[in-house]
C-alpha cells in the first residue's frame, strides 16, 4: 500500500479545517471563510510558530544541560586488547640449565636447608609459585571493565549564574512565541482585508466598465437614431475602453491578494476561497477576535509591550554573564573516583575468576587560574560592555514603545475619521452620478459630464474600501500591540 506524503496530508487538513469550520453559506451553498477561521488555521500551521516553539524546546534544553552539572556524573567504560608484540615478553626468561625443584629437608641443619633454598634459585628450581608471567607486563589478553564517578562541590558561582541565563532565556524564548503569534495574526489580518479590499475595488471597477458600456450603447443608439454626434459617440467609446485596464489591473491585485492569504493559511494556490466580511456595512463592526482586546487598548494609557520585556530580560542575561565570567577568578573544588577491574587470562583468552584485579581510586582536585595573560580581565570587561549595552537598549526600546503605541493609537483614530468622512461623500457622488444620468438620457449634458460623474462615483467607492480595510488593520493593530514587535516608525 502507497503511502499519502506528509505535504499532501498538510494540504487534505488544511482543506478540511477549512470547510469543516463554522462559516455562513452564501446563496449558492459555497463555504465562506471568516477572520476568525482564517486566525485559527494561520496559528495551526504557520511555519514561523513552528520556529519559534521549537526555540522554547531549545531553551528547555539549555537549562536541563546546565542543571545536569549539579548533579554527579557516572560513567561507565569496557575495553579488551590483545597485544601482539611486548618489550615485556623475554624480560624474564632464563637461559640457564633446568635443575631439580626445591627440596627442603626439616630433618636437615639449618645450613643445609639455606644451603638448598640458594641452589634452587640460582638455577630456577623455586617452583611456579615464583612465576613472573602473572604480572601485567607484555600479557597477551587483557580485559578492562571501570565506573568513573565525578561531582563539582564548589565552582564560584557559575553554575547558578548560567542556570539564571538559562532561565531567563527560557522566558525569552515564551516571549518570541506570543510575539510571533502576535505578528502572525496581524498579518493574517491584514491579508485577509487586503483581500476583501481587492474583491470590493475590482467590483468598483467592473460595475464602472458596466455603466461605461451601458452609456456606449445608449449613445450609439441615439447615434444610430440622429440625436447625438459622432463626437459624443467617440467620447463614451473612450470612456468605455479606458476602463477595462482597471479591470484588468484590479483582478490582478486580488489574485495576488488570495495568493498571500492562501500561503498564510497553508492552502494550495488554486483552493476555492470566499471571504465572510462587508466592507460596506454602514457601521463596520470591530472584528470579533480583537473586540475585547481593542476596548482594554483603549482604556489602557500605557500598554505593557512584549518587545520591551524582551530588552529587560536581556539585561539579567547580561548580569549573569557578568556573573559567570567573575566565577573563573575563583577557585573551584571537584571530587572523582575510579574504580576497575583488570583481567589477565592465566589460561586461554577468556579470564576466569581468579584472573581480575582491582583498581579503586578517589581523589579531589581543587584549580584556581594564577596567570592567564589577562585573558579573564578581558572577558570581564566585555561581559560589562555587554551590559551596558543591554541597558541602554532597554532605554530605547522603552521610548520607541511609547512612539509606536501612540502612533497605532493616532492611526486609528485617523482611521476612524476617514471612515465616517468617506460615508457622506459617497452618498453625494452617488447622487451627483444619478443626475448626471438622467441629464445624459435627456439630452442635456454631455458624455464629458457623464464620466466626470461616474469617475468620482468610482473614486468615492474606492476611498470608501480603502477607508473600511485602513479602519479594520488599525484595529486589529491596537488590539494586538501587547504582542507585537515595536517598529519604532
Request: glycine share 6%.
Given at each position: 500500500m502507497i503511502m499519502p506524503r506528509p505535504t499532501s496530508l498538510r494540504v487534505?487538513?488544511?482543506?478540511?479545517?477549512?470547510?469543516?469550520?463554522?462559516?455562513?453559506?452564501?446563496?449558492q451553498g459555497a463555504a465562506r471563510l471568516t477572520l476568525a477561521d482564517a486566525l485559527a488555521m494561520a496559528a495551526e500551521h504557520s511555519e514561523v510558530i513552528q520556529i519559534a516553539r521549537a526555540g522554547e524546546v531549545r531553551a528547555d534544553a539549555d537549562a536541563q544541560r546546565i542543571a545536569s552539572q549539579r548533579l554527579p556524573q557516572v560513567n561507565f567504560?569496557?575495553?579488551?586488547?590483545?597485544?601482539?608484540?611486548?618489550?615485556?615478553?623475554?624480560?624474564?626468561?632464563?637461559?640457564?640449565?633446568?635443575?631439580?625443584?626445591?627440596?627442603?629437608?626439616?630433618?636437615?641443619?639449618?645450613?643445609?636447608?639455606?644451603?638448598?633454598?640458594?641452589?634452587?634459585?640460582?638455577?630456577?628450581?623455586?617452583?611456579?609459585?615464583?612465576?613472573?608471567?602473572?604480572?601485567?607486563?607484555?600479557q597477551r589478553n587483557v580485559y578492562q571493565a571501570g565506573f568513573t564517578f565525578s561531582q563539582a562541590l564548589y565552582t564560584g558561582g557559575r553554575i547558578t549564574a548560567q542556570q539564571r541565563q538559562a532561565d531567563v532565556s527560557r522566558r525569552i524564548a515564551t516571549l518570541t512565541t506570543t510575539a510571533t503569534e502576535g505578528q502572525l495574526r496581524l498579518d493574517v489580518a491584514?491579508?485577509?482585508?487586503?483581500?476583501?479590499?481587492?474583491?470590493?475595488?475590482?467590483?468598483?471597477?467592473?460595475?464602472?466598465?458596466?455603466?461605461?458600456?451601458?452609456?456606449?450603447?445608449?449613445?450609439?443608439?441615439?447615434?444610430?437614431?440622429?440625436?447625438?454626434?459622432?463626437?459624443?459617440?467617440?467620447?463614451?467609446?473612450?470612456?468605455?475602453?479606458?476602463?477595462?485596464p482597471t479591470v484588468i489591473r484590479r483582478r490582478a491585485d486580488r489574485d495576488v491578494a488570495y495568493l498571500r492569504l492562501r500561503q498564510l493559511l497553508q492552502l494550495p494556490a488554486d483552493a476555492p476561497l470566499t471571504l465572510d466580511v462587508d466592507l460596506e456595512n454602514p457601521t463596520l463592526p470591530i472584528p470579533e477576535p480583537f473586540a475585547v482586546d481593542l476596548i482594554k487598548a483603549k482604556e489602557t494609557s500605557e500598554i505593557e509591550r512584549v518587545a520591551l520585556v524582551q530588552s529587560q530580560a536581556a539585561v539579567?542575561?547580561?548580569?549573569?554573564?557578568?556573573?559567570?565570567?567573575?566565577?573563573?577568578?575563583?577557585?573551584?573544588?571537584?571530587?572523582?573516583?575510579?574504580?576497575?577491574?583488570?583481567?589477565?587470562?592465566?589460561?586461554?583468552?577468556?579470564?576466569?575468576?581468579?584472573?581480575?584485579?582491582?583498581?579503586?581510586?578517589?581523589?579531589?582536585?581543587?584549580?584556581?587560574?594564577?596567570?592567564?595573560?589577562?585573558?579573564?580581565?578581558?572577558?570581564?570587561?566585555?561581559?560589562?560592555a555587554d551590559l551596558d549595552q543591554a541597558r541602554a537598549q532597554v532605554a530605547q526600546a522603552r521610548e520607541l514603545a511609547a512612539l509606536d503605541t501612540a502612533t497605532a493609537k493616532q492611526d486609528l483614530t485617523a482611521a476612524e475619521a476617514a471612515w465616517e468622512a468617506s460615508g457622506g461623500t459617497i452618498q453625494q457622488a452617488e447622487r451627483a452620478h444619478q443626475i448626471a444620468e438622467l441629464r445624459n438620457r435627456e439630452g442635456l449634458s454631455t458624455q464629458l459630464e457623464l464620466a466626470d460623474s461616474r469617475l468620482a462615483l468610482e473614486i468615492a467607492q474606492a476611498n470608501r474600501a480603502q477607508a473600511a480595510h485602513d479602519l479594520q488593520v488599525a484595529r486589529a493593530r491596537v488590539a494586538l500591540l501587547p504582542t507585537l514587535p515595536i517598529t519604532g516608525r
Open positions: 487534505a487538513a488544511s482543506l478540511a479545517i477549512l470547510f469543516a469550520l463554522p462559516v455562513a453559506a452564501t446563496a567504560a569496557g575495553t579488551y586488547s590483545r597485544t601482539l608484540a611486548s618489550e615485556f615478553s623475554n624480560a624474564f626468561s632464563s637461559s640457564a640449565p633446568a635443575c631439580d625443584p626445591l627440596r627442603v629437608d626439616p630433618s636437615r641443619p639449618l645450613s643445609d636447608r639455606v644451603s638448598e633454598i640458594e641452589r634452587a634459585a640460582g638455577c630456577g628450581g623455586l617452583g611456579s609459585s615464583f612465576s613472573l608471567n602473572n604480572l601485567p607486563f607484555g491584514r491579508a485577509f482585508y487586503a483581500a476583501a479590499l481587492t474583491d470590493r475595488l475590482l467590483a468598483i471597477a467592473e460595475s464602472v466598465y458596466a455603466q461605461a458600456g451601458a452609456a456606449y450603447d445608449q449613445t450609439r443608439l441615439a447615434f444610430d437614431a440622429g440625436r447625438q454626434p459622432e463626437f459624443e459617440l467617440l467620447r463614451a467609446q473612450v470612456a468605455r475602453d479606458n476602463q477595462r539579567e542575561i547580561q548580569e549573569a554573564a557578568v556573573a559567570v565570567a567573575h566565577a573563573q577568578r575563583l577557585p573551584s573544588l571537584g571530587l572523582s573516583s575510579s574504580y576497575a577491574r583488570v583481567g589477565y587470562p592465566s589460561d586461554g583468552v577468556i579470564p576466569g575468576p581468579g584472573d581480575f584485579r582491582t583498581n579503586w581510586s578517589l581523589s579531589t582536585t581543587v584549580q584556581m587560574p594564577l596567570f592567564t595573560g589577562r585573558r579573564l580581565q578581558a572577558e570581564e570587561l566585555a561581559a560589562h
